[in-house]
């Protein structure tokens, strides 16, 4: 009797970072917690510019990182980083792509959308409101309808999506195109408390001297999320057609 093959997924690591292995640690643990048997290959598209080739793999996903402005036009990974997504379309329209912050951010430069800045650092986990499309998406993965808990790290959004995406949350937090390949998310799955405390640690900047804002900050980091439920409907969704 044959076995089905495994679940395959692609990383591309959007950053170098001394805690790079940490998160790439975290999104192997999400990915084989939502699919166990699932094989998870990492590629460096920053320094090596090595990517997957499409269609070898279920899921393509593209991480943070605050390595180079995801609108940059004179920085060659990631002009080819924004040239690979819209090749991939072309070449492999059935290949599924998920990008995570900087990821969801490029994404959505490479197919005409625009990034802008917040006017401030929002951090830890935070309750994102669904759109009645969402709702549906992630209907009977989430303990509520309306909202996903999801750990943020950012100062940039997508201010206008990608032609041809539509909503599943509130101001841009995530969305899927119509052709139901590409999905996206400003926050992190992949996080937890502990890997959210050691990007802070690299990030002092976004440390306040404010005590009560410390504190609230504290508070979010190590608030319940449901990062795992997302991977469970991430794998599922890279499943369908």
């Keep these: 009797m044959s076995h089905p093959p495994p679940f395959k997924a692609a990383i591309l690591v959007n950053s170098i970072s001394p805690i790079d292995p940490n998160f ?4 192997k643990h999400s990915i084989t917690t939502a699919k166990p048997s ?3 290959s990492f590629f460096d598209p920053v320094e090596a510019q090595t ?3 499409p269609g070898d793999y279920d899921l393509i996903v593209l991480t943070g990182g605050g390595t180079a402005d995801a609108t940059a036009k004179d920085v060659p990974w990631v002009l080819k980083m924004r040239e690979f997504l819209r090749t991939t379309v072309e070449t492999c329209p059935g290949q599924k792509i998920v990008g995570v912050c900087w990821g969801h951010e490029v994404i959505h ?3 005409g959308g625009a990034l802008g800045r917040l006017g401030g650092f929002e951090g830890g986990v935070m309750p994102i ?3 009645s499309a ?3 998406f992630f209907s ?3 303990p509520s309808t309306e909202v996903f808990n999801i750990h943020e790290f950012h100062e940039m959004e997508v201010k206008a999506p990608g032609k041809g995406f539509r909503a599943l949350a509130v101001d841009n937090q995530c969305l899927v195109n119509e052709a139901n390949t590409i999905l996206s998310f ?3 799955p992949e996080m937890d408390a502990e890997l959210s405390k050691l990007l802070l640690s690299f990030n002092p900047q976004y440390v306040s001297g404010d005590k009560v804002e410390q504190e609230a900050l504290e508070t979010r980091i190590h608030s319940p999320h449901d990062g795992i439920a997302i991977w469970k409907r991430i794998v599922e969704w890279a499943g369908e057609a």
Aim: no cysteine.
């Design 24 to 27: 790439n640690a975290a999104f």
């Design 38 to 40: 699932a094989q998870v």
């Design 51 to 53: 990517y997957p080739r």
């Design 109 to 111: 430069v490479a197919f």
């Design 129 to 131: 409101k669904l759109t």
């Design 134 to 136: 969402g709702s549906k």
């Design 140 to 142: 009977s993965y989430l």
């Design 186 to 188: 400003q926050g992190h």
